[in-house]
DNA sequence: TCTGGGGTCCTAGGACCC
DNA sequence: TCTGGGGTCCTAGGACCC
């Protein structure tokens, strides 16, 4: 029972010695500013979330300063000011952007990659034949070359330890972004300095309960028994286990999953109070997830919408209220999920209530392609197609919000966006100008 | 004044059925 | 008074990731 739990995530390659790589892009959305603006080498940089709210990206600079991931900008103003801190409000569209020229660059040396996350992608190695340091040295020359954007190269016979070894390439300049680890003894030798807290898949959680059994290096736990760390963690920890000692347990997926859920979710400036206005920013939302659920051509079967007071605020207590709609036929129609998110929103609102985070989520999303019709759908239930795919094209060509569903209002409430930088490569009056 | 956003998987426990 | 046992499915909550 046990082993099958493991056999079903390991990858049947029939090679019984495999080999993945992380590619790692370094403090990937300061380096994207970077990209642009050479002046930011070398100086304390940080990256904020929506609103300015948080930092959520920090060069090694700011980090040294002392600059946490998460950190509340108004928190550190101070420092921001003191140490001459670059501050950016988050530029996704770029981020975004940037990321595909990465993964495209990586794709010319091995067609099929896993892209994990916007700043890092795995790459199957298995079966390959040469020198793997000198390999991951010149992917990572070439995309710094191509993009401009510094990444490094981990590889290893797991997921797990490829990603110990990426980090190891930012420790150890020495490295030129290319880490191979695969000697026994020079595993061991890293694990035991490893901090367990370091080791993907173990979160705060763990670490404090492995702390209570002195574990605290990525050794401690592989040395550990594997029941004990079953009934501390579950499956997952006996697959991280594994992963440790050069078992892969965690495959590797190269086809583009559908997303199970699609969630538009923000927190506004102001509180909202007004009835209207958190609808039409509900409707917003909703016209935001639809597109994304038609781009990956399924369809919605439940939505969700939720509002919840300032979680901060002490002074009165914290309430989320939420509603759910089921759809009788799955549907991808921006104008059906607008009109049932806004009825939604209005039974979730409550008056006098100030309203400080919204949002919608899709679930039960299934495949355009497979939908088995109700046998009461009414027969032009696709009539929105053509309009939703009118809509889409002008709003990718026009960027941004060309067309707009009624229900989204004019969009009266703005977010905090003081320190954008232009939209370099998405939007043509921003593109860079060579001064020769 | 000001505190992000979007996902996945696993597990335990309850409801329900035979 | 006595009060089974096993299976499935669903859901909420926990934990993790970036």
């Not at 981990?154 to 990426?166: D, F, P, Q, V, W």
């Not at 781009?295 to 939720?306: A, D, P, T, Y």
């Not at 929105?384 to 990718?396: F, T, V």
């Amino acid at each position: 029972m046990q082993g099958q739990d493991l056999i079903r995530t390991i990858p049947c390659s029939g090679n019984d010695s495999t080999c993945y790589a992380l590619a790692d892009c370094n403090n990937f959305f300061v380096s994207c500013e970077r990209a642009f603006n050479p002046a930011l080498e070398k100086k304390p940089v940080i990256v904020l979330s929506n609103n300015d709210g948080c930092v959520i990206a920090r060069s090694n600079e700011a980090k040294a300063i002392g600059i946490k991931m998460g950190d509340p900008f108004f928190k550190i103003r101070e420092a921001v000011r003191k140490y001459k801190i670059h501050v950016f409000s988050g530029n996704m569209q770029l981020y975004a952007d940037m990321s595909a020229r990465v993964h495209a660059t990586l794709r010319e040396f091995i067609p099929e990659i896993e892209i994990y996350s916007i700043d890092e992608a795995f790459i199957d190695l298995g079966g390959i034949q040469g020198d793997m340091k000198s390999l991951g040295e010149k992917m990572a020359y070439i995309c710094r070359r191509n993009t401009g954007i510094p990444v490094s190269i981990g590889i290893s016979k797991t997921k797990t330890l490829a990603k110990i070894a990426s980090k190891l390439c930012k420790q150890y300049p020495k490295l030129h972004n290319s880490c191979y680890m695969h000697r026994p003894e020079d595993i061991e030798t890293v694990l035991k300095k490893f901090p367990i807290k370091d080791v993907w898949g173990i979160g705060r959680r763990t670490v404090a309960k492995l702390d209570l059994y002195n574990i605290t290096t990525a050794w401690d736990f592989l040395s550990a028994p594997e029941d004990m760390i079953r009934g501390l963690m579950g499956i997952n920890g006996v697959r991280t286990r594994n992963e440790l000692s050069g078992i892969p347990c965690i495959a590797f997926e190269d086809s583009i999953k559908s997303r199970q859920s699609i969630m538009t979710s923000r927190s506004f400036t102001k509180e909202i109070t007004d009835m209207e206005l958190l609808s039409e920013q509900i409707a917003e939302f909703t016209a935001m997830s639809a597109e994304k659920l038609r781009k990956q051509g399924s369809l919605c079967g439940e939505i969700m919408v939720f509002a919840c007071t300032n979680r901060f605020r002490t002074d009165e207590t914290y309430r989320n209220s939420s509603a759910v709609f089921k759809f009788e036929t799955p549907t991808d129609s921006s104008i059906e999920l607008c009109t049932a998110a806004v009825r939604l929103a209005h039974s979730v609102f409550s008056p006098g209530t100030g309203y400080k985070r919204a949002g919608v989520c899709f679930s039960d999303i299934s495949g355009k392609e497979i939908l088995q019709p109700s046998l009461f759908a009414a027969p032009d239930r696709f009539k929105h197609d053509k309009l939703m795919d009118a809509m889409d094209r002008l709003n990718k060509s026009m960027g941004g919000k060309a067309v707009l569903i009624a229900s989204e209002g004019s969009g009266k409430i703005a977010n905090t966006k003081d320190h954008m930088s232009p939209h370099y490569t998405t939007d043509w009056n921003d593109i860079p100008v060579a001064h020769v």
